[in-house]
């Protein structure tokens, strides 16, 4: 049974720092990209960042690139997200998923966690 | 960035049939996914590759994309089937992953 465990969010104030990890299981973790979704209150969701199975590739959305980092340690089965800079829009559910990838033509997310809330605020 | 349009609500009575639109440019090229998400839950995917279904999701959802436009259909919509829809593609000119803004379902 594939599960996405994620931890690390909590209470931050703004301009400050925070680590995201998402503990997998269940499939075989290095051969797929992994990614990170988040949803503020009330809102949409929004994609933030994907790793490619080997960690060489990374891809940021616009609102995020240069103050999130995406990495992942395929020996431990884990995801992760480095966020620095944090603003008061970042508040959200950040949401962990395993991704199907399809070279050069399409991707999707076939298993996520439950998420992890990270609140900026002061 | 890439942009797609989702009504912001659907309203169906019981045993009725729910359609869900998602539109974007020049979107007849790309393969679009469809998610589920109920309060309080993580989202689910229903459908993917414009029309697969998931293992475990009724027969009752199907998807279909022609032109600029996708569809949802739900058949003999259920109280349960009331939740938040999302669509989502991939982007090739950034390889960034798009969702749209999601519609409410809401079974009268």
């Known amino acids: 049974e594939v599960q996405l465990l994620e931890s690390g969010g909590g209470l931050v104030q703004p301009g400050g720092s925070l680590r995201l990890s998402c503990a997998a299981s269940?499939?075989?973790?290095?051969?797929?990209?992994m990614n990170w979704v988040r949803q503020a209150p009330g809102k949409g969701l929004e994609w933030v960042s994907t790793?490619?199975?080997?960690?060489?590739?990374?891809f940021y959305a616009d609102s995020v690139r240069g103050r999130f980092t995406i990495s992942r340690d395929n020996s431990k089965n884990t995801l992760f997200l480095q966020m620095d800079s944090l603003r008061a829009e970042d508040t959200a559910v950040y949401y962990c998923?395993?991704?199907?990838?399809?070279?050069?033509?399409?991707?999707?997310?076939?298993?996520w966690g439950q998420g992890t809330l990270v609140s900026v605020s002061s | 960035s890439y942009v797609l349009t989702q009504p912001p609500s659907v309203s169906v009575a019981p045993g009725k049939t729910a359609r869900i639109t998602c539109g974007g440019y020049n979107f007849g090229s790309r393969t679009v996914h469809w998610y589920q998400q109920k309060p309080g839950q993580a989202p689910v995917v229903v459908m993917y590759y414009d029309t697969d279904r998931p293992s475990g999701i009724p027969e009752r959802f199907s998807g279909s994309n022609s032109g600029n436009t996708a569809t949802l259909t739900i058949s003999r919509v259920e109280a349960g089937d009331e939740a938040d829809y999302y669509c989502?593609?991939?982007?090739?000119?950034?390889?960034?992953?798009?969702f749209g803004g999601g519609t409410k379902l809401t079974v009268l």
């Open positions: 998923a395993k991704e199907v990838t399809i070279f050069r033509s399409t991707a999707y997310f076939d298993y």
């Open positions: 790793i490619r199975s080997s960690g060489d590739n990374t």
């Open positions: 269940g499939f075989t973790f290095s051969l797929y990209a």
């Open positions: 989502q593609v991939w982007d090739s000119s950034t390889d960034h992953r798009v």
